[in-house]
């Protein structure tokens, strides 16, 4: 959930110039950088982004979720940014949706959406929805396929960060504010219990934590250092991405459990060009991912991993 509070501005002469600065500032990054300018997110139905996701069946298509307050809705974008088609859902009701994954079960394709977001923490159940992928149809509408209704352990807390491990049959989820972060896992699917328990299975290792000069100098920017807004797992499965407000941390697989994945050393690289980042996705082709923040207009960037 947008934390804390930006303006909306939307004049078409500001996003020019926000999106040469931010072409700029990439470009003096390194002579191949890490971050680069894909479109901006200028459509007013995009205007608190809190999740993304590449399409598993239109070519560059990526899929888009809002914030909580907006409507239960899927928007799918271009590469550029420009707005494709929004999808009704029914029989979901968007609480706080924070983030969205893709991925395959038996031939067909869905899209995960994690209705998981509790800045109060006041929240005693969360849903996930898995949804058929739709068509590129504007005004159509989907409902989910199946739902899962969970809790966490040991009472409320914020998760923004949802992906898929389809290998494993389950969903990770990682909190946003406990230090370390936590690593979750739910059962992909309804079990026989109305309410599943979600299952913690480590901490991550490497979040980048505010400094003792950061947190003099800019204590709101230092309070929100290291507090995860998103996560996706790479095509082949093989990769964890997870986004802080300021950096993209990036766990390779080791053969091993999740748990021991997440409690080595990720690489790590700065996004503090990216002001409110919120939504991460790995590209269908898996070479490279693509980031935005939740406001409007909203640099949609494409990210190159080493």
Not at 78 to 91: C, P, S
Not at 114 to 123: H, I, K, Q, S, V
Not at 144 to 152: E, H, I, K, Q, Y
């Amino acid at each position: 959930m947008r934390q804390p509070a930006l303006p909306v501005v939307a004049p078409l002469p500001l996003a020019l110039v926000l999106g040469i600065a931010l072409l700029g500032a990439s470009c003096a990054l390194s002579p191949q950088p890490f971050a680069q300018l894909s479109g901006l997110l200028m459509d007013p139905r995009l205007d608190e982004v809190s999740g993304l996701v590449a399409s598993r069946r239109h070519d560059d298509v990526l899929w888009a979720i809002n914030d909580g307050g907006n409507g239960a809705r899927l928007h799918a974008i271009g590469t550029r940014g420009q707005h494709h088609a929004t999808i009704e859902v029914d029989g979901a009701v968007n609480t706080d949706w924070e983030d969205l994954a893709a991925f395959e079960v038996d031939g067909t394709r869905y899209l995960l959406v994690a209705d998981t977001g509790d800045n109060g923490g006041l929240r005693h159940t969360l849903q996930l929805h898995a949804i058929e992928e739709p068509a590129l149809e504007d005004g159509s509408r989907a409902r989910p396929a199946w739902s899962v209704a969970f809790r966490w352990p040991d009472g409320p807390r914020d998760c923004e960060a949802v992906a898929v491990d389809a290998a494993g049959g389950r969903v990770l989820l990682v909190s946003k504010r406990r230090i370390p972060a936590e690593l979750f896992a739910v059962p992909l699917r309804p079990g026989t219990h109305a309410v599943q328990v979600a299952e913690r299975i480590g901490t991550l290792a490497g979040v980048p934590r505010a400094t003792e000069a950061e947190s003099r100098d800019d204590p709101e920017g230092a309070r929100l250092r290291g507090q995860v807004t998103a996560a996706d797992i790479s095509p082949d499965g093989q990769t964890l991405a997870v986004l802080t407000y300021d950096d993209v941390l990036l766990y390779r697989r080791g053969g091993g459990t999740w748990r021991e994945d997440v409690a080595r050393q990720p690489i790590v690289h700065d996004l503090t060009l990216l002001p409110q980042a919120e939504a991460i996705a790995w590209a269908a082709e898996g070479h490279a991912l693509y980031a935005t923040g939740e406001f409007r207009p909203a640099p949609l960037l494409l990210l190159t991993p080493d």
